[in-house]
Antibody, heavy 122, light 107 residues
Framework: QVQLVQSGAEVKKPGASVKISCKAS????????IHWVRQAPGQRLEWMAW????????KYSRKFQGRVTLTRDTPASTDFMELSSLTSEDTAVYYC???????????????WGQGTLVTVSS | DVQMTQSPSSLSASVGHRITIACRAS??????LNWYQQKPGKAPKLLIF???TLQSGVPSRFSGSGSGTDFTLTISSLQPEDFATYYCQQSFVVPLTFGGGTRVEIK
């Protein structure tokens, strides 16, 4: 079945960077975009960024522009999201989520990874 | 950015009852509205896309309606496994945005 498996929880100090992986299986990896969404404690889901495999392009929320980097290892069917200059406000669960439409942009997400908790604390 | 507002933020209901959750967008988003269910400690799950289309495998007691700026999610007969938090999401324009969530609790 289609599945996204993310890397484990991380604890980082303010100012550091974190890199989260998202390994896909059960479908043709190159045919679907991967989006990144985060959820701070008690907060709503927040869309961060989007990797477009057709042209290798990436789109970012203005809020994260300059701090987020998305990369892809196609042979390993794995996407990565790196967030830099961490502050306590970046403490959240980070999700990768697959665009439902192959070679398209419906902007509906199915499935999601299990989530990766990132804790930023001095 | 398109702001998404859900109401109520929480509700209590009994098994078998019908509930409705509202979602309002700050601008017209046509029918580009999705609904997700999230249980504690789990990732969101897509329930409904394009306002009213049920994702494969989702029970028919779930339905969605609306257009423009106002949308609703209805559960016709609440089941024990439906107690969760529900989020709407606009898929009209980037940045994609979500509502604040509606927590459905057992009465």
């Amino acid at each position: 079945q289609v599945q996204l498996v993310q890397s484990g929880a991380e604890v980082k100090k303010p100012g550091a960077s974190v890199k989260i992986s998202c390994k896909a299986s059960g479908y043709t990896f190159s045919s679907h975009s991967i989006h990144w969404v985060r959820q701070a404690p008690g907060q709503r889901l927040e869309w961060m960024a989007w990797y477009i495999p057709v042209d290798g392009n990436t789109k970012y929320s203005r809020k994260f522009q300059g701090r987020v980097t998305l990369t892809r290892d196609t042979p390993a069917s794995t996407d990565f999201m790196e967030l830099s200059s961490l502050t306590s406000e970046d403490t959240a669960v980070y999700y990768c989520a697959r665009e439902s439409l192959a070679f398209g942009s419906s902007f509906r997400f199915d499935p999601w990874g299990q989530g990766t908790l990132v804790t930023v604390s001095s | 950015d398109v702001q998404m507002t859900q109401s109520p933020s929480s509700l209590s209901a009994s098994v078998g009852h019908r509930i409705t959750i509202a979602c309002r967008a700050s601008q017209i988003i046509s029918n580009n509205l999705n609904w997700y269910q999230q249980k504690p400690g789990k990732a969101p799950k897509l329930l409904i896309f394009a306002t009213s289309t049920l994702q494969s495998g989702v029970p028919s007691r779930f339905s969605g309606s609306g257009s423009g700026t106002d949308f609703t999610l209805t559960i016709s007969s609440l089941q024990p496994e439906d107690f969760a938090t529900y989020y709407c999401q606009q898929s009209f324009v980037v940045p994609l945005t979500f509502g604040g969530g509606t927590r459905v609790e057992i009465k």
